[in-house]
Each structure stands twice: as C-alpha cells, then as structure tokens.
C-alpha cells in the first residue's frame, strides 16, 4: 500500500519537473511584425503636422520675416507696381497713387517717443518709422496688391520688395504696430517685436491712433 502511494507521488514529481522543463526550455514568443507599409503610412501624418505647424509658426508666430515670406510666397497679381517714395512710416507713393501698408500703423512724423534707458531723450519716433520704410525701400520696385480705399482717399494695400511683404518686416522691427482694429494679420510679428525690445519698443510711446485722436489727426 506504501509503495503503491510512493509510486503515485514520484509520477507527479516526474510530471511536473517535465512541465517546468518543458515551460523554461520554450523560447519565448517573438512579437508579430508589422508589415513595411503600414508603418510607412503612419508616419506620414505627422510629418504633414509638422508642415503645417512650421507654416502656421511662420506666418503667426513670429519668426524673422525673412523666413515667413519665404513660406508665404508673394502674389502672382498686383495692382500698382514701381518705384516707391516714403512719405511716412505707413504710408507710401507710387506713380500717382498714395498707399497706405494695410493692417498696420506707424506713428506720424511729428509724434514724440521718450528712450526707456539712460540718457533719457524724447525724438520723433515717426521720422525714425519712415527712415526705415525708406531703406526697406530703397532702390526697389515695390508691387502692392489692393484691398480698398481708406476715409482719405490712399489705396490699401499690401505691398512687397522682392519678396518681403513690407507690413510685416515693419512690424517685425518694431517700427510699426499691428492695427488690430482692422486685421489680425500681424498680431504675432508685434509680440515678437515687443518680447525683443525692438524699435518702438525700446521706448515709451503712444499707440499712433491715439496719439492721432488727441492731437485732432
């Protein structure tokens, strides 16, 4: 009866060690691979995201104007085209036509800005707005695209040299701010402007439209 009940124990001992033997000498099992294409196809999406996200950056977010006009690209038709004369920071002539950069606004040639570091000076930041329109300007042949005409008469109109879309590199340099009364165009470029303490923003100054309303312009 003992050997009989020894005999059954040994058979279980047997047939669990050939289970664990069997279970440890398996080898382990090789995750199923995914066919070349499918996985090719899944990336393609995000580098589409990543695209658009560049372009948005570029046209919204303020990167150097250079690069947001290389990304944008220039029309295929303009309206008025030639040689470019400032009269002011927003404001320019070309042949007969008065034109006004739309979707900014420069401070006017008389309007004062004070410097926010030591000497303390006040000049007339809109002399300084229409130095650098002249010199974006310079010895090019502007090309503007009309969007309307203002309560004065002038065209408005986004205009370029070369490929630099002139509103925005005015912006850009903070020598111009985004008239967001009108367009949200340049909202971005003026922030970045702003966070680097460029031109108009290195100074304490008054939003030209006010400036403009106090002064009776």
């Not at 499918?38 to 250079?66: C, N």
């Not at 903070?174 to 340049?186: E, F, K």
């Not at 971005?188 to 309303?213: I, K, M, Q, Y």
Request: with cysteine; aromatic share 8%.
């Amino acid at each position: 009866m003992a050997d009989s009940r020894g005999k059954t124990v040994l058979r279980l001992v047997h047939s669990r060690d050939r289970a664990t033997r069997a279970a440890w000498g398996r080898a382990p099992a090789r995750p199923a691979r995914r066919a070349p294409g499918r996985r090719r196809k899944a990336f393609w999406p995000f580098v589409w995201i990543a695209l658009l996200a560049l372009a948005y950056g570029a046209h919204y977010l303020g990167l150097p104007s250079q690069v947001a006009d290389a990304l944008n690209g220039t029309p295929e038709r303009f309206d008025i085209e030639g040689p470019a004369e400032t009269i002011d920071g927003d404001t320019l002539r070309i042949g007969e036509a008065r034109v006004r950069l739309d979707g900014i606004d420069a401070p006017e040639s008389d309007q004062p800005c004070t410097t926010k570091t030591r000497p303390i000076m006040t000049f007339a930041c809109g002399s300084s707005a229409a130095g650098k329109l002249r010199a974006l300007t310079d010895g090019a042949v502007v090309r503007c695209v009309a969007n309307g005409t203002d309560k004065y008469g002038r065209t408005l109109a986004t205009c370029y040299a070369g490929k630099a879309d002139l509103g925005r590199a005015m912006v850009r340099a903070g020598w111009a701010l985004a008239y967001r009364r009108y367009s949200a165009r340049y909202g971005l470029e003026e922030t970045a402007a702003r966070l680097e303490g460029l031109g108009l923003w290195a100074t304490a100054f008054d939003n030209p439209e006010d400036w403009r309303h106090r002064e009776g312009g």
